[in-house]
């Protein structure tokens, strides 16, 4: 009885997500079949792993590749708990591993639906552990750390999104940053007056300006969407580009004086530049670099391949961004150079019809 009433609920649910998709598309003719039938999949998925979990005795003799295995898992969770479309005042990110075991290449679909359920408790330590009474999970992606003959473990990074009465506005024609929002560049110094010292910084409010302002590029707007694999990643750090020698990647086009002004489109301020470093970035600069990192995110990485650091393909699109504000040397609020760090994700966007409403990793 417990069986039933689980895959009954769970087809109840696969029918509302499906009917959203279709109403859609009859509505507006935008959504593609191929997202309505990898939706019906991932739905068919979950409902399988809920009623596994239920009925933990039943062993249904069912497995996966580890390509699939992954996929599915990495597809499902994020569909269920990421919320995605919603504007966050702040993001927590935090990473854990999971271990599966496999014979001949495959994953029984027990075993996965216990990673499931592990992922979702590790990450409500990391959704516990974040401030905010009114949080959610806003991105999850994975990736191999490990492959033998008999296990794989992947690597799962979650980020949370936490609200409070200031999220942030979408951008106005040259950002979001408005007069008197003026923020030191990073090691969580907080605002140019002292204020949120240890809790924000420049790059901290980059990042969640970034990533909420991410709907303005969805090709049809005031409809959801997420993400599933295939997925990639770029990192890139002036300091180090310099080093490597892609640097002029993100040189400001309009800017023909170095002198640790928005010299590139990521900060970075070396103190044997100019008049040094200067820790203060006004809201002028804040929205500089806004558009800067933007333009990073969305045109220079994806158009132009680096050996040895990136190539995206171009079916891949923005999923998330993390920014970190590095200062060198032993006096933060006087460093040797100060720069930025981006690490931005891509995955494979699907259209979802806009009445559907993820679940609380919480719940």
Not at 184 to 197: A, I, K, L, S, V
Not at 252 to 263: E, H, I
Not at 286 to 307: D, L, Q, R, S, T
Request: aromatic share 12%.
């Amino acid at each position: 009885v417990l069986g039933m009433g689980v895959m009954m609920h769970s087809c109840k649910k696969d029918e509302n997500a499906k009917t959203y998709v279709e109403q859609s598309s009859k509505n507006n003719g935008n959504i593609p079949a191929k997202d309505i039938a990898i939706l019906n999949n991932i739905m068919n998925f979950k409902k399988k792993i809920d009623f596994l979990k239920a009925n933990p005795a039943i062993k249904s003799g069912e497995t996966m590749s580890v390509d699939s295995a992954k996929w599915y898992l990495d597809a499902a969770f994020n569909l269920t708990y990421s919320f995605i479309n919603e504007k966050f005042s702040d993001f927590t990110s935090g990473e854990f591993t999971i271990e599966l075991s496999k014979d001949n290449g495959e994953i029984t679909i027990n075993e996965i639906a216990d990673s499931f359920y592990e992922m979702k408790d590790k990450t409500l330590i990391i959704y516990n552990a974040t401030s905010g009474e009114e949080k959610e999970l806003y991105a999850s992606h994975m990736t191999v750390v490990d492959d033998t003959d008999d296990k794989i473990v992947l690597s799962v990074s979650a980020t949370i999104g936490s609200k409070s009465d200031n999220v942030p506005p979408s951008p106005v024609e040259w950002g979001p940053f408005e007069e008197g929002e003026d923020w030191r560049y990073g090691e969580h110094r907080g605002m140019c007056d002292g204020t949120y010292m240890w809790a924000k910084d420049a790059a901290t409010e980059l990042k969640t300006s970034i990533n909420n302002n991410r709907k303005e590029h969805d090709s049809i707007p005031g409809v959801a969407v997420y993400y599933t694999e295939p997925s990639d990643g770029a990192e890139v750090d002036i300091k180090d580009a310099l080093y490597d020698g892609y640097a002029d990647l993100f040189i400001n086009t309009n800017d023909d004086v170095v002198d640790n002004y928005r010299d590139y489109y990521i900060l970075y301020q070396d103190k044997d530049i100019g008049d040094g470093v200067h820790i203060c970035i006004e809201s002028e600069e804040m929205n500089f670099y806004y558009n800067g990192v933007k333009k990073a995110v969305y045109h220079i990485i994806p158009e132009n391949p680096v050996a040895n650091h990136w190539d995206i393909h171009p079916s891949l699109s923005f999923y998330e961004c993390n920014l970190i504000g590095y200062g060198d040397g032993p006096i933060k609020l006087d460093p040797l150079v100060a720069h930025h760090k981006l690490e931005a994700t891509y995955k494979t966007r699907h259209i979802l019809g806009a009445s559907y409403q993820p679940t609380s990793i919480n719940e």
